[in-house]
Nanobody
Framework: QVQLVESGGGLVQAGGSLRLSCAASGHSFSNYAMGWFRQAPGKEREFVAAISWGTRNTLYTDSVKGRFTISKDNAKNTVYLQMNNLKPEDTAVYFC???????????????????WGQGTQVTVSA
């Protein structure tokens, strides 16, 4: 059973930075795509970024381009989301998600991913 554990959330002032981590365990597959989504109170879960395991193909939602960077450490089975120049509208619970994939295909659709973490809270104060 796949387990995803997020960490790194917290409270930061606008313009600050945070780095989220998502450690994957309990799977026997070597190739998978991982993504980050977020959900603010009263809003639907929205896509933030994704990365393929093999080719390092990346995908971002427009609102975070130039501010957020997704990366991965294959040896640690961990994906990171470096968030810079944070804005109050980035406040949300951030979730990581995984899908076994042997291609470089990525998706911004939540239903494409098969496993999810519990989430980590990110709060950006004005």
């Amino acid at each position: 059973q796949v387990q995803l554990v997020e960490s790194g959330g917290g409270l930061v002032q606008a313009g600050g930075s945070l780095r989220l981590s998502c450690a994957a365990s309990g799977h026997s597959f070597s190739n998978y795509a991982m993504g980050w989504f977020r959900q603010a109170p009263g809003k639907e879960r929205e896509f933030v970024a994704a990365i393929s395991w093999g080719t390092r193909n990346t995908l971002y939602t427009d609102s975070v381009k130039g501010r957020f960077t997704i990366s991965k450490d294959n040896a640690k089975n961990t994906v990171y989301l470096q968030m810079n120049n944070l804005k109050p509208e980035d406040t949300a619970v951030y979730f990581c998600a995984l899908r076994t994939s042997w291609t470089s295909r990525l998706s911004n659709t939540a239903s494409w991913y098969t496993d999810w973490g519990q989430g980590t809270q990110v709060t950006v104060s004005a």
